[in-house]
């Protein structure tokens, strides 16, 4: 199923994906794929359905206090400009990312974030 286009994003910026402290996706288990900084890390598949809330894809935040949901580590990634962005209004999937770099939590902006469900155990917060 192909996705409306009053949901696909055909941009390219700047976006935080939540992780674990090992730098592994958080909602995957044996086969989670690693977010080094550096690499390029590629999806098997894409749900182009932005009904489907976590589908096929990696799927990723707009800011780094809705990364905080998923995980108490947050990298920045980059989406090549080749590739299509789904808005699933949520959070936004794309087949392949590239990994920039960790994000320094110690000073982050965090106010008016709503972090009720943020997984921030081993969290560096410091002065946040």
């Not at 730098?23 to 894409?46: F, I, K, N």
């Not at 990994?99 to 081993?122: F, G």
Request: charged share 25%; aromatic share 4%.
């Amino acid at each position: 199923m192909v996705a409306p286009t009053t949901h696909e994003v055909r941009s390219t910026g700047v976006f935080y994906k939540g992780i674990t402290l090992d730098m592994r996706s958080p909602q995957r288990t044996a086969d989670a794929l690693t977010y080094t900084p550096g690499t390029t890390v590629v999806a098997d598949g894409l749900d182009e359905d932005p009904g489907t809330d976590c589908g096929a894809g990696i799927n990723f935040s707009r800011t780094v206090a809705e990364a905080l949901r998923w995980g108490p580590m947050v990298v920045e990634l980059r989406v090549p400009a080749s590739e299509c962005i789904i808005d699933t209004g949520r959070k936004l999937r794309a087949r392949r990312v590239e990994v920039v770099k960790k994000v320094d939590l110690a000073h982050a902006n965090l106010a008016d974030a709503n972090l009720a469900s943020a997984n921030l155990a081993d969290a560096n917060l410091a002065s946040a």
